[in-house]
């Protein structure tokens, strides 16, 4: 499993439609400050990766504290998450010029994984938006700080 978290100011997701009337945009998820995940998942993961991935990304202290120090978390500084899947972070681009996505999930074992991690995250508190599985989305954000940071969790790494 892998995330890309970025620590934002605000983020939405916006995705693209074509109704009967013509083309439209809707948003999909929106928050107004905390951490925007692009999560992407492999053949291997399971339940344990999830859950240790979901205790990290809320434990993370990445806001400042009253010195300026980052010593909180998410749910200190009543952050929000948003969160989006995103298949290319398994993306292999070392030879040629076409990626390889071969060691991302197929969407029929992803999509429970991703359910199964929004429902550990749900578990905390933390307001949670997302984006929708499998769609091309607009993603936009302003960064804060700006903070990345990459995650990854392999199947099968002990605690």
């Known amino acids: 499993m892998r995330i890309l978290l970025q620590r934002v100011r605000r983020a939405e997701v916006r995705i693209r439609e074509e109704t009967d009337t013509g083309p439209r945009e809707r948003i999909a998820g929106k928050i107004d400050g905390g951490y925007l995940l692009l999560v ?6 399971t339940d344990h990766e ?22 909180c978390d998410i749910g200190e500084q009543g952050g929000e ?20 996505f071969v060691d991302a999930a197929r969407p029929e074992i992803a999509r429970p994984l991703y359910d199964k991690f929004l429902t550990f995250l749900k578990q905390s ?14 993603v936009e954000l ?6 990345t940071i990459w995650l990854e ?4 790494v002990s605690s």
């Open 40 to 45: 992407g998942f492999t053949h291997t993961d």
């Open 50 to 71: 999830i859950e240790w991935m979901a205790d990290k990304v809320l434990g993370l202290r990445l806001f400042p504290d009253a010195n300026q120090k980052l010593n």
């Open 81 to 100: 998450l948003l969160v989006v899947s995103q298949f290319t972070l398994y993306a292999d681009a070392r030879k040629g010029r076409r990626p390889s």
């Open 125 to 138: 508190g933390v307001p949670l938006a997302t984006g929708e599985f499998g769609a091309m989305m607009d």
């Open 142 to 147: 302003v960064n804060d700080g700006p903070v």
């Open 153 to 156: 969790r392999e199947a099968g």
